[in-house]
């Protein structure tokens, strides 16, 4: 379930509440999981709602870590996005309705074509060795 919104302030840094909460973008090259490649899943910073695997991130480039496909596709909404004039398609948690990023059709072909472009402040990696510790172990076998 989603925190209620004092309880995101108190846990949440600027940032991650700025990002998660009111759709804001962090700096690219700038955040912690742009260039992270360490085996494990990614999950979302508000309700820790299983998101994405390492074995789907790539690097494109971009700045901001990039994935092919979320771990189940029903833990993402796609939000239709046409701010700052241009046309997109956001993507959010379902459980936790936090703002992670957007998506686009610019990805590796040979893994599906699509590019989760997603904001290191709206999630949290958790290592391949802490999975059964933090209550992730069922998610080893995807890593």
Not at 39 to 52: Q, S
Not at 59 to 77: A, L, R
Request: with cysteine; charged share 30%.
């Amino acid at each position: 379930m989603k925190p209620d919104l004092k309880d995101l302030r108190q846990n949440l840094t600027d940032l991650e509440f700025q990002v998660t909460q009111n759709n804001a973008t962090e700096k690219p090259f700038e955040n912690p999981y742009w260039d992270h490649f360490e085996r494990g899943i990614y999950v979302d910073k508000v309700t820790g709602e299983p998101l994405f695997t390492s074995k789907e991130k790539f690097d494109s480039s971009c700045g901001w870590p990039s994935f092919t496909k979320p771990v189940y596709k029903e833990s993402i909404k796609y939000v239709e996005d046409k701010t700052l004039f241009m046309h997109r398609i956001e993507v959010r948690s379902q459980a936790g309705d936090s703002h992670l990023g957007h998506v686009f059709n610019d990805g590796p072909e040979e893994m599906g074509g699509l590019r989760y472009c997603i904001n290191s402040a709206s999630i949290r990696f958790i290592p391949y060795d802490k999975l059964d510790e933090e209550g992730y172990g069922e998610y080893k076998d995807r890593v």
